[in-house]
């Protein structure tokens, strides 16, 4: 059981409640992959603003569930909120979305969703 992401934060907040654990899964589910799908479109169009906004969302979530690519995911935000058009995070990019699939996955076989 989970590989690609960690619960530890998520339970220190539930405090042993498992539906309000589920309830958390169920809103990474549905937050999180709809936020990778932006940035997923945003970064080849140059989108800077769209970029920043996604990743900037996808932060706390990203951090609470420990997925690993935290600082990965600020690089990205960071090309879109300073428009750092002298830079490419195409493989910060496939780095964040690869995790983010992952822990998708897992999240929905771990939790029945």
Not at 18 to 38: C, K
Not at 58 to 72: N, Q, R
Not at 73 to 88: M, P
């Amino acid at each position: 059981m989970s590989k690609h992401y960690q619960l530890h934060r998520v339970r220190e907040m539930a405090e042993g409640d498992e539906d309000f654990i589920s309830a958390i899964a169920a809103a990474f589910l549905e937050e999180v992959p709809e936020d990778a799908a932006r940035l997923k479109k945003a970064v080849p169009e140059l989108d800077y603003k769209e970029v920043y906004q996604a990743a900037h969302k996808m932060k706390p979530t990203v951090d609470l569930f420990e997925l690993g690519v935290l600082d990965t995911l600020i690089e990205v935000q960071d090309w879109g909120k300073f428009e750092q058009t002298d830079k490419n995070v195409d493989q910060q990019l496939q780095i964040v979305l690869t995790a983010v699939e992952n822990a998708v996955n897992e999240i929905k076989t771990d939790f029945g969703l």
